[in-house]
């Protein structure tokens, strides 16, 4: 069926920007209809990976199901992959086959791990990005606190946030029964923290006695090994999970769009996407710099913060408004430091250990999607209490 101004409005990907545009859309009177097309049967909350882990969090609490979340919301679910999107006839195409009409889309597929043509990455190497990648880990470590060989060793590739996050959390998983080495191809660890967050993390990898190396470009990753550097020193590793990079993995867009060197498609200000009509994008698959021309992070921030603001601006452009650029509010920075302990920079406020752990678990509550859903998770929480 041809494209007309009822049609649906799209949403490609259920992720934080993805579900968040969808949800606050939902909530605008007189809406178009709307469609999110999904492929996992479960949104994933991210920032609570680690504890889920850990075991600290169970995963119907972190990742709720989208029929649950979007019922009575006014929110159709599709569950199927977007395969192209045909920008000038205004049809969507699917994995499974099906051809939708849409009057706006969203284009939210987040990203996925970027493993700089590191030969040895895709075949060995663990990601940490979804449920499954949490249920090998977990079997892993399992194994290693069995096994008890001397001299296990897990190797975390990537300084950034979730590379320390994740080593953190697996050297006190592991107790003791592996070492945890941490490697980082720059200078130092966490570039971007804010500076009490970076300290107070250099800590908590100090106390856990994770192995920090930086200066320490892999240059390849082999089922036992990895390489390191120009010399290839070589590493035994019993398993090498890999956190150095992302890349944006927008489906294919018909004609094509601009793209910047992570695959992010380039935006307008208002999340329109260059030069497409009816066409918006945003979160991690979204290329868009701020007032003073530095480009927006990719984190679930931003999105989140993307989400309320392409929900006006869609509407705005049904109505045939000017569009709002959108403008982040830097609220602060959490990490998760391992068992109880984490550190916050918000609000001029700076916190470390488990009080930092417990109001950085509390403000994430606030963040979940659905209310009822927040409720029950809140409910399971004081009750554990
Ligand atoms: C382990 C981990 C911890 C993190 N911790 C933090 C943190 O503490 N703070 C922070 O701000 N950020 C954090 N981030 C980053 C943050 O989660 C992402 O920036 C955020 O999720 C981006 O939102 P998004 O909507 O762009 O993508 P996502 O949330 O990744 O969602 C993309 C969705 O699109 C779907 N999809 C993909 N392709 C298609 C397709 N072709 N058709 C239909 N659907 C598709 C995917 O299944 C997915 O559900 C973390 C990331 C990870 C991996």
Same mark, same amino acid.
């Given at each position: 069926?041809?494209?007309?101004?009822?049609?649906?409005?799209?949403?490609?990907?259920?992720?934080?920007?993805?579900?968040?545009?969808?949800?606050?859309?939902?909530?605008?009177?007189?809406?178009?209809?709307?469609?999110?097309?999904?492929?996992?049967?479960?949104?994933?909350?991210?920032?609570?990976?680690?504890?889920?882990?850990?075991?600290?969090?169970?995963?119907?609490?972190?990742?709720?199901?989208?029929?649950?979340?979007?019922?009575?919301?006014?929110?159709?679910?599709?569950?199927?992959?977007?395969?192209?999107?045909?920008?000038?006839?205004?049809?969507?195409?699917?994995?499974?086959?099906?051809?939708?009409?849409?009057?706006?889309?969203?284009?939210?597929?987040?990203?996925?791990?970027?493993?700089?043509?590191?030969?040895?990455?895709?075949?060995?190497?663990?990601?940490?990005?979804?449920?499954?990648?949490?249920?090998?880990?977990?079997?892993?470590?399992?194994?290693?606190?069995?096994?008890?060989?001397?001299?296990?060793?897990?190797?975390?590739?990537?300084?950034?946030?979730?590379?320390?996050?994740?080593?953190?959390?697996?050297?006190?998983?592991?107790?003791?029964?592996?070492?945890?080495?941490?490697?980082? @191809?720059? $200078?130092? =660890?966490? *570039?971007? +923290?804010?500076?009490?967050? /970076?300290?107070?993390? &250099?800590?908590?990898?100090?106390? %856990?006695?994770?192995?920090?190396?930086?200066?320490?470009?892999?240059?390849?990753?082999?089922?036992?090994?990895?390489?390191?550097?120009?010399?290839?020193?070589?590493?035994?590793?019993?398993?090498?999970?890999?956190?150095?990079?992302?890349?944006? @993995?927008? $489906?294919? =867009?018909? *004609?094509? +769009?601009?793209?910047?060197? /992570?695959?992010?498609? &380039?935006?307008?200000?208002?999340? %329109?996407?260059?030069?497409?009509?009816?066409?918006?994008?945003?979160?991690?698959?979204?290329?868009?710099?701020?007032?003073?021309?530095?480009?927006?992070?990719?984190?679930?921030?931003?999105?989140?913060?993307?989400?309320?603001?392409?929900?006006?601006?869609?509407?705005?452009?049904?109505?045939?408004?000017?569009?709002?650029?959108?403008?982040?509010?830097?609220?602060?920075?959490?990490?998760?430091?391992?068992?109880?302990?984490?550190?916050?920079?918000?609000?001029?406020?700076?916190?470390?250990?488990?009080?930092?752990?417990?109001?950085?678990?509390?403000?994430?509550?606030?963040?979940?999607?659905?209310?009822?859903?927040?409720?029950?998770?809140?409910?399971?929480?004081?009750?554990?209490?």
């Amino acid at each position: 069926m041809p494209a007309t101004p009822q049609s649906p409005v799209v949403v490609v990907g259920g992720g934080f920007g993805g579900l968040f545009t969808a949800l606050a859309l939902a909530e605008q009177p007189a809406h178009r209809p709307i469609l999110l097309i999904e492929p996992r049967e479960r949104f994933l909350f991210l920032p609570l990976l680690y504890e889920l882990l850990s075991h600290e969090l169970r995963s119907w609490e972190i990742a709720p199901r989208y029929d649950a979340l979007l019922a009575g919301r006014g929110v159709a679910w599709l569950q199927d992959r977007v395969t192209r999107v045909d920008t000038s006839g205004h049809l969507i195409h699917t994995a499974a086959g099906r051809q939708i009409a849409y009057s706006q889309v969203v284009i939210a597929s987040g990203s996925s791990t970027e493993s700089f043509g590191v030969p040895g990455v895709a075949e060995h190497a663990l990601s940490f990005r979804s449920l499954e990648d949490v249920q090998r880990l977990q079997a892993l470590i399992t194994t290693l606190q069995q096994r008890q060989r001397p001299l296990q060793r897990l190797a975390v590739v990537g300084g950034g946030a979730s590379g320390v996050e994740l080593a953190c959390k697996l050297a006190d998983e592991v107790k003791g029964s592996a070492l945890v080495e941490l490697l980082e @191809q720059g $200078p130092q =660890l966490l *570039p971007g +923290a804010k500076a009490f967050n /970076r300290e107070q993390a &250099l800590l908590a990898l100090q106390r %856990r006695d994770v192995r920090v190396r930086t200066r320490a470009a892999v240059s390849a990753v082999g089922a036992d090994h990895l390489l390191i550097g120009p010399q290839a020193e070589r590493l035994t590793v019993d398993a090498v999970i890999w956190t150095a990079g992302i890349r944006a @993995q927008p $489906p294919c =867009l018909d *004609p094509h +769009a601009p793209h910047d060197a /992570r695959g992010r498609l &380039l935006c307008e200000q208002d999340l %329109r996407v260059q030069g497409v009509e009816d066409v918006f994008a945003l979160g991690d698959v979204a290329a868009l710099d701020d007032a003073e021309g530095q480009p927006h992070a990719s984190n679930a921030q931003v999105a989140f913060q993307q989400a309320s603001c392409l929900a006006a601006n869609l509407m705005a452009g049904q109505r045939g408004e000017p569009l709002k650029t959108f403008k982040f509010q830097d609220l602060g920075e959490m990490m998760s430091l391992g068992r109880g302990d984490a550190c916050l920079t918000a609000a001029g406020l700076t916190l470390a250990g488990r009080a930092a752990f417990e109001l950085r678990k509390l403000a994430y509550l606030t963040r979940l999607p659905g209310r009822s859903h927040r409720v029950k998770v809140a409910a399971g929480w004081l009750a554990h209490w």
